[in-house]
């Protein structure tokens, strides 16, 4: 029997692998052996790329393709050939879509948009924002505390990887329904209660520490989250524009910094590109990795400090693929090559490998290149602030990775072929799942039924949650996760992060995955339309779009087919809202064995303020002013929270007609500048019910509210549809009523409606379509259906 | 001394994080403001150079240990002779969340007979346990000892948020109360957590935020140049900074924490 691995004679661990002599079962065979998670058509590559070079790869050679080539490095599905059922090719899904509207909208003030670690924006004068959105899923789903933890810590890193001081955190997260049955647990799927306690934690152990407000975020509950839980961090950063600085060069020094390299996080990225089993645990442990902020905060003032005296020709974090990935997409990106003494690599134990080294994804490192001359300037800096920094290696000018380890070549490969894996080409389906709209009689009792959904998990206040996150830390949160008298729910967070501005930056998110059961064309819609709500209801304006999408595994078409649908709305309301996507990242193979996770599309807005003191939060202010409803009501309770409590998904998924919303949306931003906005709250899941009641307990001011007199009512027939709808594009607004003209003449030419007024009693009032009074419920006991559930 | 020349230093390690709020809320108020990482100041011995002293917020060298404890035998052991010689001068230290941890951790609070080479009180994990972020309101207990809080009239109440996992004010079991009178009668406590009206928290959640003895969130040394305290004067200096700004009806131009950092500046230019 031939041997598939030979030992080399030398002083360390290092293997040749023998792929030429593989045939085709072998080189799956060593695919998995090594953990390379690489298939045929990409093993039979590199056989004939080293049958061209005429010698067999070296273990480390192979990691490093693994590493590289993996879904997770270099998002292969939405770079290759998608065939749909319809007949459609689509060459790349990522610049057919995602990017497309971006470079059709050519906004001036998109600075770096998908090029870089983060998205870049203008802010004011010189200082530009920076932003990343990043998912930690599979570490999250074996070890949640550590999962979540470097999540944020690697997102942080991503900001930091662009020349920005990171100012804010966000994070949204995906969990089973907390009272899930154990004995429906399979093995080694963690229980949803220990996942949401352990995520949270670990989210908040990075942030607080290093110092960074989580200002934004949200959590759903989902049963298909039970087997994959969903892990969104996010990071914002500002920087002096003229401070993005990328001019490495051959010759320039490549410069090591932060913690140190051991065995931790071996593998993250291939097993990020795999299903979830019931041995995952067990061997995909050391995949997650091991997290220290205090490292990182120390990191981060060094590389400010670097930053801010120019020392440095370039940066990159160290994240997916370690060390593997930094090295070469440094010197990709700047058309050099590179060379690399692994031996000077700092490790946290003797006897690790050079793959292992190389290919390690210990957390709190960065990667920058130095001028030769700038070199003892760098390290001096680095040592003041008692971090860890070497002189690794440097830029070459002949486009081939060469590594070494103490003195001894362990690889030698162009550049060019690392960066050219084959592109897969998948298929793709899409079908109508078959939902009925239900049939069911209009309740009697709406006051159980609101408190019912005030009290439902994806509702109910995350205070116990947020308030475990410093959301205060930098002095400069304007607008904080809970406002009001009483912690009400924010639409957005506004950071004020200059000091000598007025001028604020505005966080807001949206994500419906229950419309994605039904429609992920329009679940994608919905989400865009609620980020932008959120945004635009504090007063944010010229957004920028996230895109961050978790999905199934992109193999089979029925997944692949969802993601197409929802890409082409990411493309259609990108575009027609004029809000670019300007960075994004894909979470896929997010299957365990109880199923695939439900299509879930994080979208991230983020958009600026002139003058944060123009900003306007979501709880009433005062009795005595008219509450208006913007927008139309319609039919859509498909996928809604009220269709859920009644056991039902439907199928009228809420739709969102672009000149409206605009409309709507534009409109609203002059009022709030005009100052007779009072407050304003969007309206998502729940409706105009839990709208208006969250609006009313947060600034324990009464409301009473006339159904009959919401435009798009009387289609609807039904108050409880009226009620609990769940359309696009709509906002409760509180105007004084010395205000109402003025208002009005505003909002001329959009859908708009009184329909009610705040008033003295603590009561929550509503007016069924036929004048009788249907809800009558105390806001102290509303605010205690809600803040009830998860604590407050 | 004129106000202009009155320079503060703002003490800094691994996991300090506060300190840029925090030199911003000294410069607002016209006064020089400078982050010194411990090892320089240590390397340059250069404390004497300062009129005063703020161990900002944060988790120095990770909290490790307990809170504040490896900065504060850091200081002890770094700075002993020269932190000395700043308190004898009656030079103001102010410590502000972690900081107030290292005071106490340092034995520089409640600091009964002086510098004492143990701590004498502790702040103990939260009660309910956990991280908290949140606004407080704080009444004035001091009757003038404190220089920090000089211009706030006793029974005063305050509103400033606090963030952190381990502010349980607490005194050796059994010498509690003890211990508590001596505070009194030194004029020592300085902050209370009560309700909006100021009547007292009495221990209870959330209005005492982290189960503190007494309700005790902020005290000084006998003299009162040295003052710790669990809420973030820095975070609640401007009117913006308020968690219910946009109910009022017009957006105060600063908030409650102010206070605290301009009279210890005013202490400073009237004493030196």
């Given amino acids: ?183 429906k647990l399979p093995p080694g799927i963690k229980h949803p209660k220990y996942i949401y306690r352990m995520v949270v934690a670990g989210i908040g152990h990075y942030g607080n520490n290093m110092g960074i407000p989580t200002v934004n975020g949200a959590i759903y509950f989902d049963e298909s989250y039970v087997g994959n839980v969903v892990v969104y961090c996010g990071c914002i950063g500002i920087l002096p524009v003229k401070k993005y600085i990328k001019n490495a060069k051959p010759g320039h020094r490549i410069v090591l910094a932060g913690g140190r390299t051991g065995r931790d996080g071996i593998h993250g990225v291939t097993f990020a590109s795999l299903e979830l089993t019931e041995e995952s645990e067990e061997e995909s442990r050391p995949a997650v990795q091991i997290a220290n902020p205090i490292e990182e905060e120390k990191l981060a003032r060094a590389i400010i400090k670097i930053r801010d005296l120019e020392l440095a020709s370039s940066i990159t974090d160290l994240g997916g693929g370690g060390l593997s990935s930094a090295v070469g997409e440094t010197a990709h990106k700047f058309g050099c090559g590179a060379r690399v003494e692994l031996g000077k690599v700092p490790l946290k134990h003797p006897h690790i490998a050079p793959w292992e080294i190389y290919i390690s994804e210990s957390q709190e490192r960065m990667l920058i290149t130095v001028p030769e001359e700038n070199l003892d300037k760098v390290m001096e800096i680095f040592k003041s602030e008692e971090v860890e920094a070497t002189d690794i290696g440097e830029l070459t000018d002949d486009g081939r990775l060469r590594i070494t380890y103490h003195g001894y070549l362990v690889a030698d490969l162009e550049i060019g ?30 006051d159980e039924v609101l408190l019912k959904i005030l009290a439902s998990p994806n509702v109910a206040s995350k205070e116990s949650v947020i308030r475990t996150y410093d959301h205060e830390v930098k002095g400069n949160t304007v607008v904080k996760p809970l406002c009001g008298r009483y912690g009400g729910p924010s639409d957005a967070a506004v950071l004020k992060p200059l000091n000598d501005s007025w001028r604020g930056l505005v966080i807001s998110c949206g994500m419906n995955p229950k419309y994605g059961k039904i429609d992920p064309y329009w679940m994608a819609a919905s989400a865009i339309d609620e980020a932008l709500r959120n945004n635009v209801a504090v007063g944010g304006r010229r957004v920028a779009l996230l895109d961050n999408f978790v999905w199934g595994t992109p193999e089979k078409p029925d997944r692949l087919g969802s993601l197409v649908r929802a890409c082409k709305a990411c493309y259609r309301f990108s575009k027609g809202f004029g809000t670019p996507f300007i960075s994004g990242k894909d979470s896929l193979y997010n299957e365990s064995p109880l199923g695939p ?82 407050s304003c709250h969007d309206l998502s899941e729940g409706g105009l019910g839990v709208a208006a009641a969250e609006m009313a307990f947060s600034g324990d001011v009464g409301v009473e509210i006339w159904l009959d007199k919401v435009a798009g009512s009387s289609s609807l027939k039904r108050n409880d549809y009226v009620l609990f709808s769940e359309s696009n594009s709509r906002f409760l607004v509180e105007v004084s009523k010395r205000n109402r003209e003025r208002f009005e003449e505003i909002m001329e030419g959009s859908t708009y409606s009184l329909i009610g007024r705040t008033v003295k009693e603590k009561n929550f009032v509503v007016y069924g379509l036929d004048g009788e009074e249907i809800v009558n419920l105390g806001l102290k006991e509303m605010m205690h259906a809600w803040k009830r559930t998860l604590g407050g | ?176 109360n003890k211990l508590l009178e001596r505070l009194l009668e030194n004029d020592q406590l300085v902050f209370r957590y009560c309700l909006e009206d100021g009547s007292p928290a009495e221990g209870r959640f959330p209005e005492n935020p982290n189960g503190s003895f007494y309700d005790i969130a902020g005290i000084c040394d006998p003299s009162g140049t040295i003052f710790g305290l669990m809420p973030h004067p820095e975070r609640a200096f401007y009117g913006w900074q308020l968690p219910d700004w946009t109910r009022m009806r017009r957006l105060p131009r600063f908030a409650d924490g102010r206070i605290i950092f301009s009279s210890m500046i005013e202490y400073i230019t009237r004493k030196f």
Avoid at chain 1, 31 to 60: A, C, W
């Fill in chain 1, 1 to 183: 029997m031939k041997s598939l691995y030979l030992r080399r004679n030398v002083p360390f661990e290092l293997y040749e692998v023998n792929i030429l002599d593989a045939d085709d079962e072998e080189l799956l065979r060593i695919s998995e052996e090594l953990g390379l998670s690489l298939n045929l058509q990409e093993m039979k590559k590199i056989k004939e790329y080293f049958e061209k070079n005429g010698r067999n790869p070296t273990d480390i050679e192979l990691q490093t393709l693994g590493q590289t080539w993996s879904e997770h490095c270099f998002h292969k599905t939405f770079k290759g050939t998608i065939k749909t059922s319809e007949g459609e090719v689509i060459n790349s899904l990522f610049k057919t879509y995602i990017a497309k509207a971006a470079e059709e909208l050519k906004k001036p003030w998109c600075i770096s948009i998908f090029e870089d670690n983060a998205g870049i924006i203008h802010f004011e004068d010189d200082i530009a924002v920076a932003v990343k959105v990043e998912t930690h899923n599979h570490p999250s789903a074996i070890e949640p505390f550590g999962g979540a933890a470097t999540g944020t810590g690697g997102v942080i890193r991503d900001v930091l990887g662009v020349w920005a001081e990171p100012i804010a955190c966000t994070d949204v997260l995906g969990f089973g329904p907390l009272d899930y049955d154990y004995n």
């Fill in chain 1, 417 to 446: 072929f690392l960066f050219s894996p084959p592109l897969p080409q998948r298929f793709a389906e899409w079908r109508q799942p078959r939902y009925e709209e239900p049939r069911f009689k209009e309740p009697r009792d709406l």
């Fill in chain 1, 597 to 678: 996770v439900t299509p879930t599309l994080l979208i991230t807005a983020v958009g600026v303020i002139p003058d944060i003191r123009k900003t306007v939060t979501m709880d009433l202010k005062n009795p005595g002013n008219l509450i208006y409803l913007l927008g139309k009501t319609y039919p859509e309770l498909g996928g809604s929270e009220y269709y859920g409590l009644m056991g039902f998904i439907g199928r009228s998924v809420p739709k969102v007609r672009l000149e409206d919303a605009k409309n709507t949306m534009n409109q609203l931003t002059k009022a709030i500048d005009s100052g007779c906005v009072e």
């Fill in chain 2, 1 to 176: 001394m004129k106000k202009e020349d009155v320079k503060i230093c703002i003490i800094r390690v691994g996991g300090t994080n506060c300190d840029r709020e925090t030199k911003r809320s000294l410069e607002d108020l016209g006064v020089k403001a400078e982050v010194q990482h411990l090892n320089r100041l240590v390397r340059k011995g250069s404390l004497q150079e300062f009129d005063g002293l703020v161990i900002p917020g944060g988790f120095s060298f990770g909290d490790y240990v307990r809170a504040g404890a490896i900065l504060a035998k850091s200081l002890t052991a770094r700075l002993r002779g020269e932190l000395k010689l700043f308190i004898d001068e009656g030079k103001p230290i102010l410590g502000i969340c972690n900081g107030f941890q290292v005071l106490v951790e340092a034995g520089l609070l409640p600091s009964f007979n002086g510098i004492s080479d143990y701590p004498e009180a502790a702040l103990a994990t939260n009660i309910p346990i956990g991280y908290r972020c949140m606004w407080v309101y704080l009444r004035h207990e001091n009757f003038g000892r404190c220089i920090f809080t000089r211009r706030i009239p006793q029974g005063n109440v305050l509103k400033i948020p606090v963030a952190h996992a381990e502010g349980r004010f607490i005194f050796p079991r059994g010498e509690a």
